[in-house]
């Protein structure tokens, strides 16, 4: 019932910010919680962050606080992750996932690649 659609990546340097978009098709969004996993090249996939569907509630890897933000337009039908002050170490292929409860997720985007040079 979702289709999510991730956009925003690229190549920055160190310390530099992105924001990643996540474009969800799809009925009842605002009823669907949200995250943002990663996954670099030889490591099992990452919880990034999480928000509830009203985006009152958020969560994070504690490695994660005070650099990324997670948000939501539900009347775009979006969520965001705003990545502040990042690292070499983040550098991975960013997806998103929806569900109708916290864990697990039914339905997952594509992923976009982020990379931050050294």
């Known amino acids: 019932q979702v289709q999510l659609v991730e956009s925003g990546g690229g190549l920055v340097q160190a310390g530099g910010s992105l924001r990643l978009s996540c474009a969800a098709s799809?009925?009842?969004?605002?009823?669907?919680?949200m995250a943002w996993f990663r996954q670099a090249p030889g490591k099992e996939r990452e919880f990034v962050a999480h928000?509830?569907?009203?985006?009152?509630?958020?969560a994070y890897v504690d490695s994660m606080k005070g650099r990324f933000t997670i948000s939501r337009d539900n009347a775009k039908s979006t969520v965001y992750l705003q990545m502040n002050n990042l690292k070499p170490e983040d550098t991975a292929v960013y997806s998103c996932?929806?569900?109708?409860?916290?864990?697990?997720?039914?339905?997952w985007g594509q992923g976009t690649q982020v990379t931050v040079s050294s």
């Open positions: 996932a929806a569900g109708l409860t916290q864990y697990p997720y039914d339905y």
């Open positions: 928000i509830s569907p009203s985006g009152a509630s958020t």
């Open positions: 799809g009925r009842a969004f605002s009823r669907y919680y």
